[in-house]
């Protein structure tokens, strides 16, 4: 079974300045699919960033982007210019991307990881 | 507006009183999931469902039921609630298996 692993259950960051959350997880696929989902005290969860474990380059969306080492298993966010809107629960998460019996396209999430935006 | 629907938000019930929670989405995806998340756990996938009358059990089944009739809805029952599935719920849905999660609202629910 695959697992996801966040490490920090709280981090902060100054406005303006850019934070790194790490994320690592472990699979034996080669085939798969990493996201980064925020969840703002709204409690909605709000798709970040997603990453196709097949493509070298990594993903970036304005001023967010990742980090993938896939042999390090490895998936970090980068929030750049951090604004107060960006304080939210982070979650990580992983899925199959072939199909391999029950529960193979399950969203495997990490605990997550609070972060909070100091004006 | 592409949007998966949870209903209700909040619920607040008794132990032993059965329940429904409903998930609807308008987007025509075929897989659709429920999760639990619990402070300190992240989300936990309860049941999915690949297609129309076909579902089956995730990581934390015990004490659910799910059913896909259609391929828009997938409701979750409790048939038996306890205070141990006090909890806040997410149902989500997927174009494909393989991609990414769009996600409801939400459902408090409290179970006393």
């Known amino acids: 079974a695959q697992t996801v692993t966040q490490s920090q259950p709280e981090m902060s960051v100054q406005e303006a300045e850019t934070v790194t959350l790490s994320c690592t997880y472990d699979?034996?696929?080669?085939?798969?699919?990493l996201f980064w989902y925020k969840q703002p005290p709204s409690r909605q969860m709000i798709l970040v960033i997603r990453q196709e474990a097949y493509k070298q380059q990594n993903a970036t969306e304005n001023r967010f982007s990742v980090n993938f080492q896939k042999a390090a298993k490895s998936f970090s966010l980068k929030i750049s210019d951090s604004q107060l809107g960006d304080a939210a629960m982070y979650f990580c998460a992983y899925r199959s991307g072939s199909y391999s019996g029950a529960g193979s396209y399950q969203l495997t999430f990490g605990k997550g990881t609070k972060l909070s935006v100091i004006p | 507006e592409a949007q998966v629907t949870q209903n209700p938000r909040y619920l607040i019930t008794v132990t032993g009183k059965k329940l429904t929670v409903t998930c609807s989405q308008n987007m025509n995806h075929e897989y659709m999931s429920w999760y639990r998340q619990d402070p300190g756990l992240g989300l936990r996938q309860i049941y999915y469902?690949?297609?129309?009358?076909?579902?089956d059990k995730g990581d934390v089944p015990e004490g659910y039921k799910v059913s896909r009739k259609e391929k828009r809805n997938f409701p979750l029952i409790l048939e038996s609630p306890s205070p141990n599935q006090t909890s806040l719920y997410f149902c989500?849905?997927?174009?494909?298996?393989?991609?990414?999660?769009?996600f409801g609202q939400g459902t408090r629910l409290t179970v006393v």
């Open positions: 699979t034996s696929e080669s085939d798969y699919y």
């Open positions: 469902s690949m297609n129309v009358e076909v579902t």
């Open positions: 989500a849905s997927s174009r494909q298996a393989g991609t990414e999660a769009f």
